[in-house]
């Protein structure tokens, strides 16, 4: 990417990956994550991994972070917000492709971890 001059990058994950000062999960957040700790803790490891990466490349990152991916149309509507405010548990995978698209030229979550639902 610095060869090429390119700064930004956009990439997905999970709520599982936690925004500390950010989120405030409620019960329900707790319980998924421990559930994903426990079955598929491979996952939440390798997703910390992936942000100590871009937290270290210098580069301009946003991390999009979403809930479980439906394949409902999009309504072209969504929220942004953090793991247990202004969030909900589900998102139509056109909708979350909506917005990392607008992530290319919004900088308003660099270096951030928002997440997106309905």
């Known amino acids: 990417m610095a060869e090429e001059g390119i700064r930004r990058i956009i990439s997905l994950s999970g709520g599982g990956?936690?925004?500390?000062?950010?989120?405030?999960?409620?019960?329900?957040?707790?319980?998924?994550?421990?559930?994903?700790?426990?079955?598929?803790?491979?996952?939440?490891?390798?997703?910390?991994?992936?942000?100590?990466?871009?937290?270290?490349?210098?580069?301009?990152?946003?991390?999009?972070?979403?809930?479980?991916?439906?394949d409902a149309p999009g309504t072209g509507t969504y929220r942004v917000g953090w793991v247990g405010v202004n969030a909900s548990t589900q998102i139509p995978r056109d909708d979350l492709a909506r917005f990392i698209l607008t992530q290319v030229e919004d900088d308003q979550f660099v270096s951030e971890l928002p997440f997106v639902s309905t």
């Open 17 to 70: 990956l936690p925004a500390e000062g950010h989120d405030q999960p409620k019960l329900p957040d707790k319980i998924i994550r421990l559930l994903l700790k426990t079955f598929a803790g491979q996952v939440l490891t390798d997703a910390k991994g992936h942000l100590e990466v871009l937290r270290a490349s210098g580069l301009e990152w946003t991390v999009v972070r979403g809930p479980r991916l439906t």
